[in-house]
């Protein structure tokens, strides 16, 4: 791995509700790539994500959403809009004054996934959604003894308990982030807020919407393409009733005991939304794996996704991708990869624990210069795990996917 191809730091530090856009927020990443129907015969059929909502805060604006809930009891008609566009981020605004229609609480929300002029993408039981996107929390917006939401998942309708909430919370005095599943009572993760206190930081929240104990959540978190938190919960209730759909924004109570309430703002960019979906075959991106070692960077061309797996220079550090398939079946596993050195990057590739191949990745013209390189693997009926590990002390080369045909 060159150093050149590390991931810098993306945007400057803000401060106070007034601060600009940093000028390094990024635009929306593309989809996956379509894919070719596997060989008549394989029998394969896995899984992939399928890019269903990719709004634009630019070219859209608020009509990306489902509904915009601006200061809904009107009570700071002077500090209007709270909810707004700038450049092509999505901007909250809360000061001290704000109410909700509840006096003890304030909330600037919005909510949905619109896709089109009176449509919108639902969330029903059974299936999987993931709804990723770039996010600023300035040191202005504070975590507190009370709720501070920044994303939540509910049912359509006044009233209604959430589903699930991200929620900037002071625990035993400590500002944490962390993701909780009110109705399942559970706690999915928790990490330190300070040091993702202004800077841009991604999140990932991957969604099998369930009642009962037939729900599943995982929720990864990225800064500077470093993991800082990537738990999973299964088993677990994520349904109430009729649909799921997302809210983003500032929801907060005025019970906070530790004096951090101030006038703050939030921003988002590259806001994405994704159902898992059967098919013949699949593509899976660097944002979706599982790294040791590594950071997802974006710091050269030609990559497909939200960028691509940059594995430290050592053997043993490695990506981890999980599948579901539909039945055991033989496929073919294509990994595109760029290796802007002279020599070849060694790579053991191992499917479910076992070793299928030992694959050395020779060198492209450059470090954005993408190549790719198939083996055939035998995928069980269920959930498969592919690892590609460095073998060499120079690590493996930079990995923009796999796809399985």
């Known amino acids: 791995m060159s150093t050149l191809s590390r991931r810098s730091v993306l945007g400057a530090a803000l401060a106070g509700a007034a601060a600009a856009l940093p000028s390094t927020a990024r635009a929306a ?45 009107g009570s700071h008609p002077a500090g209007h809009p709270h909810i707004r566009t700038e450049g092509d981020a999505f901007r909250w605004d809360m000061h001290l004054v704000d109410r909700d229609s509840m006096t003890d609480r304030q909330r600037q929300e919005v909510t949905g996934m619109r896709t089109g002029p009176g449509s919108f993408l639902e969330w029903k039981p ?42 900037l919370r002071r625990v035993s005095g400590t500002p944490t982030v962390e993701l ?15 040091p993702l206190h202004d800077r841009w930081i991604d999140v990932d929240l991957q969604v099998r919407v369930g009642d009962g104990t037939s729900g599943s959540v995982r929720w990864i978190l990225r800064s500077a393409g470093a ?57 899976y991106r660097a944002e979706e794996a599982r790294l040791s070692q590594g950071v997802l960077d974006t710091g050269h061309r030609g990559y497909t996704g939200a960028g691509f797996v940059n594995l430290s220079d050592a053997a043993g550090s490695h990506a981890e991708w999980t599948l579901h ?42 470090w954005d210069t993408w190549a790719a390189t198939s083996l055939p693997v035998a995928l069980r009926a269920g959930t498969n795990t592919v690892r590609l590990t460095a073998t060499g002390a120079a690590g493996g080369p930079n990995l923009d996917r796999i796809e399985l045909r």
């Open 325 to 366: 398939s539909a039945a055991a079946a033989s496929a073919t596993l294509t990994v595109r990869y760029a290796n802007g050195t002279a020599a070849g990057r060694p790579m053991d590739v191992t499917v479910n624990g076992a070793r299928a191949a030992a694959v050395s990745f020779p060198p492209t013209a450059d």
């Open 126 to 167: 059974g299936q999987t959604w993931r709804a990723a996107y770039a996010l600023f929390i300035p040191g202005s917006l504070r975590a507190t003894t009370s709720f501070t939401h920044i994303m939540q998942l509910k049912q359509p309708g006044d009233g209604t308990s959430p589903i699930l909430v991200q929620s």
């Open 227 to 283: 993991v800082v938190t990537d738990v999973t919960r299964t088993g677990v209730d994520t349904f109430l009733a009729d649909r799921v759909r997302p809210k983003w924004g500032i929801y907060r109570s005025l019970g906070d005991t530790s004096g951090s309430l101030r006038d703050c703002h939030l921003l988002t960019t590259s806001m994405r939304g994704y159902q898992l979906v059967s098919g013949s075959s699949g593509v």
């Open 29 to 73: 990443a593309p989809g996956p790539p379509p894919t070719a129907p596997a060989a008549a015969g394989s029998g394969l059929s896995v899984d992939s994500w399928h890019l269903r909502w990719s709004p634009s805060a630019a070219a859209d604006g608020l009509a990306a959403f489902e509904t915009v809930e601006d200061d809904r009891a």
């Open 180 to 194: 909780q599943l009110p109705v399942a009572g559970v706690l999915v993760g928790r990490t330190p807020l300070e």
